[in-house]
């Protein structure tokens, strides 16, 4: 059984960066395409972005483009989320989901972490 585990999120100034890593256990994320989610508080769970087993991604968020980057690195059995440049309607509860072909769509996705929390705010 596959299980992801999401670390890296916490408390960051506009402007700042922060590297959000998904890590796998039970089996290989080779399979995999991952997916990351994003969920404010009061609002729906949105897509940030997914990459394709083969190592493509295959969409970001408009609201993401060119400030997040997305990669993954099956040898060390991980994907992560580079944010740069964030911004206060970044905060969120970060998800990485799996499943074996890309989405934009949560409802596609069988396996998720817990999620970690990341605030941007001065």
């Known amino acids: 059984q596959l299980q992801l585990v999401e670390s890296g999120g916490g408390l960051v100034q506009p402007g700042g960066s922060l590297r959000l890593s998904c890590a796998a256990s039970?089996?290989?994320?080779?399979?995999?395409?991952i997916g990351w989610f994003r969920q404010a508080q009061g609002k729906e769970r949105e897509g940030v972005s997914c990459?394709?087993?083969?190592?493509?991604?295959?969409y970001y968020a408009d609201s993401v483009k060119g400030r997040f980057t997305l990669s993954r690195d099956n040898a060390k059995n991980a994907v992560y989320l580079q944010m740069n440049s964030l911004k206060p309607e970044d905060t969120a509860v970060y998800y990485c989901?799996?499943?074996?072909?890309?989405?934009?769509?949560?409802?596609?996705?069988?396996?998720w972490g817990q999620g970690t929390q990341v605030t941007v705010s001065s």
């Open positions: 989901a799996a499943q074996l072909k890309c989405s934009q769509w949560a409802t596609a996705f069988r396996y």
């Open positions: 039970g089996s290989t994320l080779d399979y995999y395409g």
């Open positions: 990459i394709s087993r083969s190592g493509n991604i295959t």
